[in-house]
């Protein structure tokens, strides 16, 4: 029978070592090794399959007469990342800037704060609200690509500067994860005239 150790009956090229200690070596190897693979792909391969975009906003607006003027919104995103975007929530608000709301002025003469929950952003008055139908439209952005998103709104012409905020996010385990925009905007003394395409920026 051999034994695996020291003396004549072992296999030579164990050495001194017994088949214990090999096998707790190589298991160790083996442990490490994989140890270290999965810190690379949570570090390396998690970087690479994560949400990325671009989201930019742009606002157009002109008069239609003397009682309202058109706003439009056009929000652009752009897969930046590896995976497609699936976006599951999204929405557009307008908020009035000018004529500036008593409220506020009224608080702010007083020596009240003004700002919002953020606690760094004015809590200007919420005209209105467009949410982008991603349920029932089932948009998919790949990677590289990118889509446009538009909300238009009327609005009364006494109204001369507004902020307008987009915000997107993603479904499923990206839920967690998604981009804004906010745009300030003044709207020009025009006198009423066909928009169509030719809203002024």
């Known amino acids: 029978m051999l034994i695996f150790g020291a ?6 090229w164990f050495g001194d070592a017994s088949l214990f200690e090999i096998t707790t070596t190589t298991i160790n190897s083996v442990v490490v090794i994989g140890a270290a693979w ?6 390396v391969g998690g970087r690479e399959l994560r949400a990325r975009a671009d989201l930019t906003q742009s606002v157009k607006s002109c008069r239609l007469d003397n009682q309202r003027t058109l706003v439009q919104s056009i929000v ?14 999204g929405y557009t608000k307008l908020f ?17 704060s003004i700002l919002g929950i953020t606690g760094t952003e004015i809590d200007f008055p919420e005209i209105e609200k467009r949410a982008y139908p991603f349920a029932t439209d089932g948009l998919a952005i790949d990677p590289g690509e990118s889509t446009e998103l538009y909300a238009e709104f009327l609005i ?13 996010s993603l479904d499923g385990r990206h839920k967690d994860i998604g981009w804004d925009a906010s745009v300030s905007h003044d709207i020009p003394e025009q006198p009423p005239q066909t928009c169509g395409h030719t809203a002024s920026a």
Do not use: C
């Open 7 to 12: 003396g004549p009956g072992s296999l030579p």
């Open 38 to 43: 999965v810190g690379y792909w949570k570090f």
């Open 76 to 89: 652009a995103i752009k897969n930046t990342g590896a995976i497609t975007l699936r976006p599951s929530a």
């Open 96 to 112: 009035r800037i000018i004529p500036f709301d008593p409220r506020l002025a009224n608080k702010h003469a007083s020596g009240q």
């Open 156 to 168: 009364a012409a006494e109204i001369k500067a507004i902020n307008v905020y987009s915000l997107v």
